[in-house]
């Protein structure tokens, strides 16, 4: 895209150069904000939560409506929702009907001379919610505050441009979505044959051919006639978990502290980011709660079944009350496969307890030793293990370059948006293409 002819210092960091015909007003002079609070229960409209605004786009997520009691901020058709809780996530939304928000958000009502839709995509420029966010008190939870807010400067082009600059950011972002959801679509597609490729491994084994019995459990079915099916309890030196008050011996320089966020429901391997360190208690708590290499360990209060292997020689961890730690008899079971059956369709089955008509929010250990898992001779189950990991491993490289695809495509969104609203470029003589012209630009 082109730039404007002609540009002037606008003297705020953050903006840099403007267009010279641009004007210039703190945040607070060119907006209202709205302070209508009333009580949540009583109310005849729709209520939202922050969790109903997808960060980044300004959409509105369908779903469950939330229950909230004591006071909420009133809005009405035409209002800018700001997110002050977090402003990191972008928490950014332009009413489309009256409705109750979260106190933890900003009611902001465009003036005269500014329009509401120029406005949301205004507070979702990058530079705008790095700077917002620069401002934040409260390391746990960072909140921004109207009278830094409100001080801000709001670039003000005439009306006719910013309908201009409206008609090709929401044409520009609508493409960009379109792409994304393609490229969800195709991660979830290859999540589905990932836990299709598992279950079958682990309940049918590599050689189709074999005689085949039914298990005796129903979450399992057929297994071929040489497996057993057996209860974790019965091929595990004992199942534990951490427990609670562990926050007191957290440290800079501890050890290893296994949290929900070390669990994935995309593989069976440790995840190495986001680790906490603790400085255990000597004693027969932090004995018990002590990993050691082979075990399993599976989130048991969200995310149900969640599971990950202690690699070898791994540093001394201890796990949280979150987590289950099973220590599997390693003379009969091989530490992956019980991770694999776990991670399993019907492994998963059983934790939530789909079976019984039901979801289980939380688990107990004695949920975790009631599982029942299929059971091969020792050196099956690594020779399986072995060609699930290479099959895995493929299909983790593909969703790894359709995800990377996914963020380059959201940078580029949010790089469009910061620079048609700040005058990085002039969308004045854009024209939206007829749906002809836009189907032959997508084969193009």
């Not at 939870?141 to 003000?156: C, K, Q, V």
Request: with cysteine.
């Amino acid at each position: 895209m082109k730039e404007y002819s002609d540009y002037k210092p606008s003297n705020v960091s953050w903006l840099q150069s403007i267009p010279s015909h641009w004007q210039q007003k703190r945040l607070k002079f060119a907006v209202s904000l709205i302070n209508q609070k009333q009580p949540a229960e009583e109310a005849e409209v729709p209520y939202i939560g922050l969790e109903h605004i997808e960060s980044w786009t300004g959409r509105k997520i369908d779903g469950e409506i939330s229950q909230s009691e004591g006071l909420a901020s009133a809005y009405t058709r035409g209002d800018v929702l700001f997110g002050k809780l977090r402003p990191y996530l972008a928490k950014v939304h332009l009413a489309e009907e009256p409705g109750l928000i979260s106190s933890e958000a900003l009611v902001i009502r465009a003036t005269d001379g500014v329009l509401p839709s120029y406005l949301k995509y205004y507070f979702l420029s990058r530079d705008f919610i790095d700077t917002v966010d620069s401002s934040t008190y409260g390391s746990k939870m960072p909140r921004a505050n109207w009278d830094y807010i409100g001080n801000l400067t709001l670039l003000i082009p005439s009306e006719r441009e910013q309908q201009a600059i409206v008609r090709f950011l929401d044409h520009k972002t609508a493409q960009i979505d379109a792409l994304i959801a393609k490229k969800q679509a195709l991660l979830d597609k290859l999540a589905e044959q990932r836990t299709a490729l598992i279950s079958q491994a682990v309940t049918q084994g590599l050689d189709l051919s074999v005689p085949m019995v039914h298990s005796g459990v129903d979450w399992l079915g057929e297994i071929p006639a040489h497996w057993n099916a057996i209860r974790v309890r019965h091929i595990s030196e004992f199942v534990t978990s951490g427990s609670r008050g562990w926050a007191q011996y957290y440290s800079n320089e501890g050890n290893i502290f296994l949290r929900i966020t070390n669990v994935s429901r995309h593989s069976v391997n440790l995840l190495q980011n986001d680790i906490q360190r603790v400085s255990p208690p000597e004693s027969a708590e932090g004995n018990r709660t002590k990993t050691q290499s082979g075990d399993v360990i599976v989130s048991i209060t969200a995310d149900l079944g969640s599971v990950a292997v202690i690699p070898e020689d791994y540093d001394e961890a201890y796990v949280s009350q979150h987590l289950a730690l099973i220590r599997p008899q390693i003379a009969c079971i091989y530490p992956r496969w019980l991770a694999y059956q776990i991670f399993s369709q019907h492994g998963k089955a059983q934790l939530i307890g789909a079976g019984y008509g039901g979801t289980k929010i939380q688990l107990s250990l004695p949920d975790i030793k009631d599982l029942w898992v299929a059971l091969p001779p020792l050196d099956t189950q690594e020779e399986i293990c072995s060609e699930i990991d290479k099959k895995v491993e493929k299909l983790e490289l593909r969703s790894s370059k359709v995800q990377k695809a996914i963020e380059k495509l959201e940078e580029y969104r949010s790089a469009l948006i910061t620079n048609a609203i700040t005058g990085k470029i002039d969308v004045r003589n854009f024209t939206q293409p007829t749906p002809a012209e836009a189907k032959e630009a997508v084969h193009e």
